[in-house]
């Protein structure tokens, strides 16, 4: 590892041993079908919540050495295709001035969310990211030296309208009401502020591949509670302004980094996410692998979709439900993980199993 003033430098990285993920996002062949979790670093591991025990979590977020060792708890039991570094979407908030705290039994809590629009003078204008999320590159520098090649490092961001939603929401929310009532009562400001967040993510998002990343998830978490109509407005204009900005920038550099977008629950959206400039799109379980291949035309790689809930099946039927999904999706352009993150109640044995049954199910179809 270069150092040089106790600091880790992005350069002379391992060489990368398992590029199944990476080849998979371009639509290439692979022998098996790569798998991840979506919160493959969490709760459901022991050595995750006694690592974490404690300790604060946005603390935690904010040392490099720990998101590093978060990042690599999993890799160490399952052999995930990919890594994704340990962090928050709410990072960027923070970095814009607003105070959130992680309450135990709560989730992300903001004490003062942004309740009208002149509120949006509160937040920090231009933000500077190498000085307000340093610490998220420094931790992906220090995994991917530490990764050892393994398999690639994804970054990752969440979305304007995500993002939008927890800072006038103030934390979870199930209808999402005072964050849409804004955009139909104060549609300006919201542009104004959906516009001061994609501008930031563009920024956080270079930095990440500049620090190591090699691949990208764009977190739209919140697309389920907007319809077409406030999608097309509110959404997706942005979720494209971020693909072509940070692959325009990087394409000067000569960098090809796979970004991947994950609307959840926007299965009205599946045909306009195949053409933002994604090369992959994400999907949650109530869409069928079949019918999101032919919405999307083979325009793009897909990622998805078991539902997380499947994981409390016995092993058996876990490797039953993988195979027809594997069948569904096809095992080519397609990248195995659940339709959204593990609870802190699953079993890891029936992760493990999950993993498995990808890789064995994925080499015998590609053998037939
Ligand atoms: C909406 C959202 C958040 N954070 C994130 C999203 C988008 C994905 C999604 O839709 O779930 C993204 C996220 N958060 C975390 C990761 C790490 C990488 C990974 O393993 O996936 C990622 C990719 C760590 C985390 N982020 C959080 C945890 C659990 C809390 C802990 O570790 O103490 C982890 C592992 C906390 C968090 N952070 C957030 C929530 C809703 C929570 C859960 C609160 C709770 O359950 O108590 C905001």
Known sequence: IMENDGLILPKDFPKLKNDAFLR??????TNHVPVWCMRQAGRYLPEFREFRAGKDFFETCRSPAACCELTLQPLRRFPFDAAIIFSDILVIPQAMGMDVQMVAGKGPTFPEPLKEPEDLLLLQPKVD???ELGYVFKAITLTRHKLDGKVPLIGFTGAPWTLMAYMIEGGGSTTHSKAKRWLYRHPEASHKLLKML??????????????????????????????????????LPYLRDIARKVKDQLKESGQDVPMIVFAKDGHYGLEDLSQSHYEVVGLDWTIDPRSARERTGGKVSLQGNMDPC??????????????????GFGTRGYIANLGHGLYPDMDPENVGAFVEAVHTHSRHLNLK
């Open 24 to 29: 998979a996002c371009h639509g290439q062949e």
């Open 129 to 131: 990211v190498n000085k």
């Open 198 to 235: 994609t501008d930031v993510i563009v920024e956080y998002l270079l930095g990440q591949v500049a620090a190591g990343a090699q691949a990208l998830q764009v977190f739209e978490s919140h697309a389920g509670c907007l319809g077409p109509v406030e999608f097309q407005e509110f959404s």
């Open 310 to 327: 499947a994981l409390y099946a016995p092993k058996e039927r876990i490797s039953e439900i993988v195979k027809k999904m594997l069948e």
